[in-house]
T-cell receptor, first 116, second 118 residues
Framework: DAGITQSPRHKVTETGTPVTLRCHQTENHRYMYWYRQDPGHGLRLIHYSYGVKDTDKGEVSDGYSVSRSKTEDFLLTLESATSSQTSVYFC???????????????FGAGSRLTVL | AQTVTQSQPEMSVQEAETVTLSCTYDTSESDYYLFWYKQPPSRQMILVIRQEAYKQQNATENRFSVNFQKAAKSFSLKISDSQLGDAAMYFCAYRSTNSGGGADGLTFGKGTHLIIQP
């Protein structure tokens, strides 16, 4: 367990409402990621962060924003949720450097979001 | 951009038998990492095995081994002595070493659903 906590784990919301998912890590890793998982698509990168206030877009970033004001927290926000954003969202972290665990992504338990 | 292809949406194997899951990828880079992740019904993503492209030797982890064919851009996973607990979705993933420390994350295939028949 790499000390990654996602919250909430389950959420049901209505179209047009804002939603924020939180990823919290306890190991001071620099790199953090948000993925979404949909049947037939595998996992696709939404946004990632390479440090406090340093973020960038991934493959499927439209409709999502992120913030990282502290090393340990990476927030994913859906400003106005749509039914197409119904998905399972995974946060991940990675170590860098020369250690044996470097460059391996470790994932949180996932957050299931349903937009009605 | 790199792409990862898993051509088998579903595979089935008898318990105790051996099964091989296929993965091919497309890249113009010479150095990279390849991974297999397992996702059981609990939804947790679990690292199974990883391979550095500069290493010619195929990685092994207990009953799990890979057949890494760099020229063919192929990275298959072999599971020996299949067990009921191996039933899961398996994802192949690629990671560049050129992204300044790993900022770009992983590129995943769409997954293979492995069924273990008792």
């Amino acid at each position: 367990d790499a000390g990654i906590t996602q919250s909430p784990r389950h959420k049901v919301t209505e179209t047009g409402t804002p939603v924020t998912l939180r990823c919290h890590q306890t190991e001071n890793h620099r790199y953090m990621y948000w993925y979404r998982q949909d049947p037939g698509h595998g996992l696709r990168l939404i946004h990632y962060s390479y440090g406090v206030k340093d973020t960038d877009k991934g493959e499927v970033s439209d409709g999502y924003s992120v913030s990282r004001s502290k090393t340990e927290d990476f927030l994913l926000t859906l400003e106005s949720a749509t039914s197409s954003q119904t998905s399972v969202y995974f946060c991940a972290i990675t170590r860098t450097g020369a250690s044996s665990g470097a460059n391996v992504l470790t994932f949180g338990a996932g957050s299931r979001l349903t937009v009605l | 951009a790199q792409t990862v292809t898993q051509s088998q949406p579903e595979m089935s194997v008898q318990e105790a038998e051996t099964v091989t899951l296929s993965c091919t990828y497309d890249t113009s880079e010479s150095d990279y990492y390849l991974f297999w992740y397992k996702q059981p019904p609990s939804r947790q993503m679990i690292l199974v095995i990883r391979q550095e492209a500069y290493k010619q030797q195929n990685a092994t982890e207990n009953r799990f081994s890979v057949n890494f064919q760099k020229a063919a851009k192929s990275f298959s996973l072999k599971i020996s002595d299949s067990q009921l607990g191996d039933a899961a979705m398996y994802f192949c993933a690629y990671r560049s070493t050129n992204s300044g420390g790993g900022a770009d994350g992983l590129t995943f295939g769409k997954g293979t659903h492995l069924i273990i028949q008792p």
